[in-house]
């Protein structure tokens, strides 16, 4: 079955990075794009972007350009998500999805599975 | 401040449905499918809703989605206790090129 299971709660002081993984099982995770979403304490969900691990491209949303990086590592079939430059604001639980991928009068994508997520306190 | 946007709450008793709407515009909803998404607290989203209109694998016909427009709805009958969950929708936007949600709905049973 499919299974995304990630790393462990993380407490980090600001400006410091985090390194989030993500191991998959049950699929081939060069065939789907892996997306990273995140959900702060008692607010919504909110997309930051994908990787794509069979070619390795990548897109971010404009909020976290130039502060997280995605990577994958197909042979161990695993993605991961750092963030650089930490602020109390980044305080949240950050989790990694499969997105299926679907062409209507673009490329979009949706989430079929998620990892348990994981959280990352930001604290001095 | 989300893109889509929902009804903060929603309540029912046990038995009755209750519907949930998700506004958008043309740059997502009026152009992309829709997509539900379950959450309970302390748990990680779940898919409910694919395409507008299909059940996830394993969601009961109790679980319908609906798009007209600019705005979307997810329906819920024969509420059960263990419906209580957080549920957001969320779809494409072409403008931003990216993944877009509601704020999220609570619904108490």
New interface residues.
């Given amino acids: 079955q499919v299974q995304l299971v990630q790393s462990g709660a993380e407490v980090k002081k600001p400006g410091a990075s985090v390194k989030v993984s993500c191991n998959t099982s049950g699929y081939t995770l060069t065939t789907y794009a892996t ?1 990273w ?1 995140r959900q702060a304490p008692g607010q ?4 930051m ?1 994908w990787i794509n691990a069979g070619n390795g491209d990548t ?1 971010y ?2 909020k976290f350009q130039g502060r997280v990086t995605f990577s994958a590592d197909a042979a161990a079939s695993a993605a991961y998500m750092e963030l650089r430059s930490l602020r109390s604001e980044d305080t949240a639980i950050y ?1 990694c ?1 499969r997105g ?1 991928r ?1 062409v ?3 490329i ?10 994981t959280l990352v306190s930001v604290s001095s | 401040q989300s893109v889509l946007t929902q009804p903060p709450s929603v309540s029912a008793a046990p038995g009755q449905k209750v519907t949930i709407s998700c506004s958008g515009s043309s740059s997502n909803i009026g152009n992309t499918y829709v997509y539900w998404y379950q959450q309970v607290p302390g748990t990680a989203p779940k898919l409910l809703i694919y395409d507008n209109n299909k059940r996830a694998s394993g969601i009961p016909d109790r679980f319908s989605g609906s798009k007209s427009g600019t705005s979307a709805t997810l329906g819920i009958t024969g509420l059960q206790t263990g419906d209580e969950a957080d549920y957001y929708c969320g779809t494409w936007d072409r403008s931003l090129s990216a993944g877009v949600f509601g704020g999220g709905t609570k619904l108490t049973v």
């Fill in positions: 997306h979403v919504g969900l909110e997309w972007g897109k949303s404009q989790y999805a299926r679907v209507v009068t673009a979009q994508y949706y989430f079929d599975y998620w990892g348990q997520g």
